[in-house]
């Protein structure tokens, strides 16, 4: 009876773990084309061969996440010594209201004051409270007008609250929403590298292999 039950144990484990290679391997989703990144915040060159895109949420703790841990392995790489790779950030909105606010603040700073977008870009996901808290209302647009006025040669405090406000660019939200739905976006983050979606956005070696083997398709 017992070597039965062990027989019977072992053969769950030996089919879990099966299920799990099999979850393992699942190969990311590859379209045709690359998304377009025409008038998007990119680092680096917009006609770069190699793109490597985020879609992000300035609400999502994921997303903060990933800009710590992952991005600055990508911009060691990459970024800060290659032209050949650029990267974009899409505004996804999957977290409400304060998710559009960020966004409206973003377009608003990529249009007005486009030198000091990525420090801004950063410090929304600066000031996003830990893991507990991150449900509590955070974003507003003074609280987003806050963190423009607290940068050195920032963007307009009062231009930020302004077209957060008056949804100025509220057309350039719809625009990377457009985006997201053409790519069947539903998490974030999500990371494309041409037209690859990843399917671990935060491991590396996964990233890394793609942006080798898009260099190498290009050269
Ligand atoms: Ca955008």
């Not at 879990?16 to 990119?42: A, H, K, L």
């Not at 790489?77 to 996804?92: G, H, K, Q, W």
């Given at each position: 009876m017992k070597s039965k039950i062990l027989v019977l144990v072992t053969a769950v484990v030996f089919i879990g773990m099966g299920v799990f290679v099999i979850w393992g391997n699942d190969t990311s989703t590859t379209f045709d084309d690359r998304p377009s990144i025409e008038d998007q915040p990119t680092?680096?060159?917009?006609?770069?061969?190699v793109s490597v895109v985020e879609f992000g949420d300035y609400k999502c703790p994921a997303c903060k996440s990933w800009g710590e841990t992952v991005f600055p392995l990508l911009e060691e790489t990459?970024?800060?010594?290659?032209?050949d790779v650029s990267f974009t950030y899409i505004n996804t909105l999957f977290h409400g209201e304060e998710s559009e606010l960020a966004a409206l603040a973003s377009e608003s700073v990529w249009e007005e004051?486009?030198?000091?977008f990525w420090t801004f870009h950063k410090t929304i996901f600066d000031n996003q409270p830990d893991q507990q808290n991150h449900?509590?209302?955070?974003?507003t647009s003074e609280s987003l007008g806050d963190m423009a006025g607290s940068?050195?040669?920032?963007?307009?405090a009062e231009q930020v609250v302004e077209d957060v406000e008056n949804g100025t660019f509220a057309d350039e939200v719809e625009t990377d929403q457009n985006v997201v739905q053409e790519y069947d976006?539903?998490?974030?983050?999500s990371i494309m590298v041409n037209g690859t979606l990843l399917e671990?956005?935060?491991d590396w070696e996964e990233l890394n292999a793609e942006i080798e083997e898009a260099l190498e398709d290009d050269s």
């Amino acid at each position: 009876m017992k070597s039965k039950i062990l027989v019977l144990v072992t053969a769950v484990v030996f089919i879990g773990m099966g299920v799990f290679v099999i979850w393992g391997n699942d190969t990311s989703t590859t379209f045709d084309d690359r998304p377009s990144i025409e008038d998007q915040p990119t680092l680096g060159d917009e006609t770069a061969p190699v793109s490597v895109v985020e879609f992000g949420d300035y609400k999502c703790p994921a997303c903060k996440s990933w800009g710590e841990t992952v991005f600055p392995l990508l911009e060691e790489t990459y970024l800060n010594s290659s032209d050949d790779v650029s990267f974009t950030y899409i505004n996804t909105l999957f977290h409400g209201e304060e998710s559009e606010l960020a966004a409206l603040a973003s377009e608003s700073v990529w249009e007005e004051n486009p030198d000091s977008f990525w420090t801004f870009h950063k410090t929304i996901f600066d000031n996003q409270p830990d893991q507990q808290n991150h449900d509590e209302r955070w974003i507003t647009s003074e609280s987003l007008g806050d963190m423009a006025g607290s940068l050195e040669n920032g963007p307009d405090a009062e231009q930020v609250v302004e077209d957060v406000e008056n949804g100025t660019f509220a057309d350039e939200v719809e625009t990377d929403q457009n985006v997201v739905q053409e790519y069947d976006i539903e998490l974030t983050p999500s990371i494309m590298v041409n037209g690859t979606l990843l399917e671990d956005p935060f491991d590396w070696e996964e990233l890394n292999a793609e942006i080798e083997e898009a260099l190498e398709d290009d050269s």
